[in-house]
């Protein structure tokens, strides 16, 4: 990615330590974080390092997980209720599934538990309850269609 690519990319994020993690996560050398940005190196490294040891203290393992936050077998992380019944959900969490400031996430009670569901889980979960409900090889798309001209043709006629 270009240069300045990569600073429009960060520009929006309101502190530097914001910026140094959205650039890591895009893949950008350490060493061309700081550069980027006009910071030292070893305040990028600090940043990370630090994200690092906060994610190995939060989960609770010795090392940081080597799979993907959003696997189910994911030990689960301790959080607090705030005021008015706010959750902070965990940057390291945040970062895994690319959440942001913003976007929508879908609550559900299930078995006592409280699922988070990002828009693209919530879809999946629908769309298996529909193919619960539709034989194997039936397009509901084709259906929708077939329908839809048999009425054009039928008010053709009218």
Do not use: C, W
Request: no cysteine; proline share 6%.
């Amino acid at each position: 990615m270009a240069e300045s690519d990569l600073r429009a990319s960060v520009e929006h994020l309101p502190t530097t330590s914001a910026k140094v993690r959205a650039l890591a996560a895009q893949g950008v050398a350490r060493a061309e974080i700081a550069r980027l940005l006009g910071i030292r190196y070893q305040q990028v490294r600090n940043v990370l390092e630090r994200d690092k040891a906060r994610e190995t203290k939060l989960t609770g393992l010795s090392e940081p997980p080597q799979r993907p936050l959003h696997d189910e077998a994911a030990p689960s992380v301790k959080v607090r209720l705030g005021p008015d019944g706010r959750v902070v959900i965990p940057a390291s969490i945040r970062e895994a599934l690319g959440l942001k400031e913003g976007d929508v996430l879908f609550a559900r009670l299930e078995g006592g538990e409280i699922k988070l569901l990002t828009p693209e889980a919530a879809m999946r979960r629908a769309q298996a309850i529909v193919r619960q409900f539709v034989p194997e090889g039936v397009s509901l798309v084709d259906e929708l269609i077939a329908d839809r001209r048999r009425e054009a043709a039928r008010e053709m006629k009218e």
